[in-house]
């Protein structure tokens, strides 16, 4: 790793534990240290741990006053999610609607200063029973917009200025029957009575139990990092709830599950991640295993280079515009991507391709005779 990824995951440790932030060089390349930041979601980190720093070692104060409207910026952010997570929840529960609020938001809270964690959308998982009540009601409730979508797993809108999704699953794993066993074990894990109430900012959230959360956050990470990129933030999210939650896991049930579904690796991999990369102790780190180092380190080159959601990968021509001619050019840009990634856990990238193909193949001859 070149001087200024070090500097950038020194300074990310000392933000998520609140310590002085050593070994720096003497002279850093701010530039390149920020814009590593933003490529991984990271300014509001790198942003507490300069204020750490003694005077004589922060920026200039151009890159000080940068990262000062960035988090102006976030602040606000926050307190627009905040309300409309309120709007929604709202609307859903007078239709006998209970979402549970997944990822970003949520994390949030587990971080030191829960402002400092950068938030884009909201994630409301209600379950296929509920779904086409929630999905209508929140047409009725919200203006339609050009941009609303669905996809397999969730209903997607604009909500004044924030983007809402509403999921009818979690998440999906490759495997038929690995996928069924997690599809059960979630409709399982997120009945009613297993869920976890928190009070944020004034508004009464359901949250996922702690077993629920520590897999499907690695998992939905590891979806998205095979998928098309995902940037360090995604680690940290992890690292932070495993040392905030790592006592009210049970373990046993941990390791039965991620063997269930395949995932037993990839949990190896994020845990080398947290404690190798972002610092976490080792024993906040159920199951960490040190023969991950290869795969861990193979997996963090590429979010270097890829950044947060792939944004900074290396782009391809523009899709064509017709149907077959775009199909095969996203199987193209798809397949690229699979080898490229393959190195770090072969066999489940390998059989994640051949689902993704044969799938691929599927819809493709579906869409010609619709």
Known sequence: MESAHHTLLELIRSALWERPA????????????????????????????????????????????????????????????????????????????????????????????????????????????DYDKAVLVCRQAFAEDEHDSESIKHFHFNHDGVTVEIHRIAETIPGIFRNRRYQRWTVESLRPSNLRKTDMEGVAVSLPPHNFNAVYVMNHAWHHFVTGGVGLRQFCDWAVYMHRFCKEIDV???????????????????????????????????????????????????????????????????????????????????????????????SHILSAWVLYFFSGIYHYCKGLFE
């Open 22 to 129: 050593t070994g720096l060089p003497e002279e850093v390349d701010w530039a390149k240290v920020y814009t590593l930041a933003r490529q991984q979601t990271l300014l509001g980190l790198l942003a507490d741990a300069v204020g750490r720093l003694p005077q004589e070692y922060r920026p200039d104060a151009a890159m000080m006053q940068r990262l000062k409207s960035f988090c102006l910026r976030n602040i606000q952010s926050h307190v627009l999610i905040t309300k409309r997570l309120a709007d929604s929840l709202e609307t859903l529960r007078s239709a006998g609607v209970e979402p549970v609020l997944f990822k970003g938001h949520g994390l949030a809270a587990n971080y030191p200063d829960p402002m400092s964690r950068q938030c884009g959308d909201i994630d409301l998982y209600v379950g296929k029973e």
């Open 252 to 346: 046993q049930q941990l390791e039965t599950d991620l063997r269930s579904f395949g995932l037993y690796r990839v949990w190896a991999i994020f845990a080398y991640v947290a404690v190798n990369f972002l610092g976490l102790p080792k024993d906040e780190c159920p199951l960490y295993d040190a023969g991950a180092k290869s795969s861990a380190e193979k997996a963090m080159e590429i979010v270097w280079t890829d950044g947060n959601f792939g944004r900074y990968s290396e782009r391809s021509a523009r899709r064509p515009d017709g149907y077959s001619s775009g199909k095969i050019h996203s199987m193209i840009v798809t397949t690229k991507r699979y080898f490229r990634i393959l190195p770090v856990y072969p």
